[in-house]
């Protein structure tokens, strides 16, 4: 992958935008989204990360997301959204994983100027302790649902995967009380940032432990990445199956899924490696139970339950039960929240 600044790789999602998405029907804008959105243009795009693009379409039912692919050097992400879920300014405000993208100007296209007219009332209002504090309500609500309604029939796979991205938006509502973006992969690097500069970095040792990785050396972890990179290059060969996650688990994603992961570790960050690494290799075996021959399954699940077994999880009841520990922080981490925002010099219209 040919290293872009962050302003190449941006001109190039654009050309991609007018040269295709534009052209289907139901086409009602894009935006940029996630960690880049605010990034100054010159600014280099790291190896591990790319250009997220969120495609607005009219169906009610959007496709299915398109995903990460290379287009001129630029690794691409594109997600769909139905036109319905950006109707008003105040849904988008109290969502939590859409407001973010709205706070400055990240459109791309907008044919019939709605995007243009939401993004500057969102903006106004975005750092409102009353919408503040609206969205940090929504990634709670979700760590609950998701926690409370893990189906215990479903494959390893989906229970972990069920367990962990609920257990891990934990640091989703730390990163939107302090007005930060709620990024995905590193999302355990940026609360730590957080909660060091707001002086709780006991909070951080604790949601270390809801993980379950607080105890792993960064010699183990970089165990877990090796063997997970075998599993990902046998996953990305034998692929066939669309899943929303598809082209997360790709020769040009590799970068991000085990170069970003090793990074982290030799950068002195192998706790916040692990949450990507069990969620990649959950999708793996996602892929490979779809695609995979049962020989392949059975050669590589060791190494998978090798690492859960290092979070502590060794069966279901024993999953369900550290699901009920998360839930049961939750007034902790709500309390931690609060006085955050109640400090954030960024937050206006506070309430007390």
């Known amino acids: 992958m040919i290293h872009l600044k962050v302003g190449a790789a941006r001109k190039a999602a654009i050309e991609w935008v007018d040269q295709y998405a534009s052209q289907d029907k139901g086409f009602r804008g894009a935006y940029f989204s996630g960690s880049t959105v605010g990034q100054p243009e010159d600014e280099e795009l790291s ?10 379409t009219e169906a009610d039912a959007p496709p299915i997301k398109l995903g990460k692919f290379d287009y001129k050097g630029a ?24 407001a973010g993208s709205f706070r400055m100007d990240s459109i791309i296209s ?9 993004q500057i009332q969102v903006s106004q209002h975005f750092a409102e302790w009353a919408w503040v ?15 409370k309604t893990i189906d215990t029939s479903a494959p390893l796979f989906d229970r972990i995967t069920s367990w962990l991205f609920p257990t891990g938006v934990t640091t989703h509502v730390l990163l939107v009380a302090a007005l930060r973006n709620p990024t995905v992969r590193l999302r355990y ?5 957080v909660l060091i500069s707001y002086g709780h970095m006991d909070i951080y040792q604790e949601l270390l432990e809801l993980l379950g990785c607080h105890l792993m050396t960064p010699r183990r972890v970089d165990y877990h990445v090796r063997q997970l990179a075998r599993t990902f290059d046998v996953a990305a060969k034998v692929a066939k199956t669309p899943f929303f996650f598809s082209t997360d688990i790709t020769t040009s994603a590799r970068p991000i899924a085990i170069d970003g992961s090793l990074k982290l570790i030799q950068t002195g960050f192998h706790h916040e490696a692990v949450f990507w690494i069990v969620a990649t290799f959950a999708r793996c075996h996602k892929i490979l139970a779809a695609d995979g ?3 392949l399954q059975h050669e590589l699940l060791p190494a998978f339950e090798e690492i859960i077994a290092d979070l502590g999880i060794t069966s279901t009841d024993i999953l369900l039960d550290r699901a009920e520990k998360v839930i049961h922080y ?16 960024h937050i206006v219209n506070k309430k007390f």
């Open 75 to 98: 690794l691409v992400e594109v997600t769909y959204l139905s036109w319905k879920q950006l109707e008003s300014p105040e849904e988008v405000l109290t969502s939590y994983h859409l």
């Open 110 to 118: 907008d044919p019939t100027g709605h995007l243009r007219k939401l």
């Open 47 to 56: 190896a591990s990360s790319d250009i997220d693009v969120v495609i607005v």
């Open 330 to 345: 939750l007034p902790r981490l709500w309390d931690i929240a609060e006085q955050i925002m109640s400090v954030n010099p």
């Open 293 to 295: 021959s049962p020989e």
């Open 189 to 193: 690097l940026a609360a730590r940032e």
């Open 133 to 147: 504090h609206r969205r940090c309500g929504n990634a709670r609500e979700r760590i609950e649902i998701g926690l």
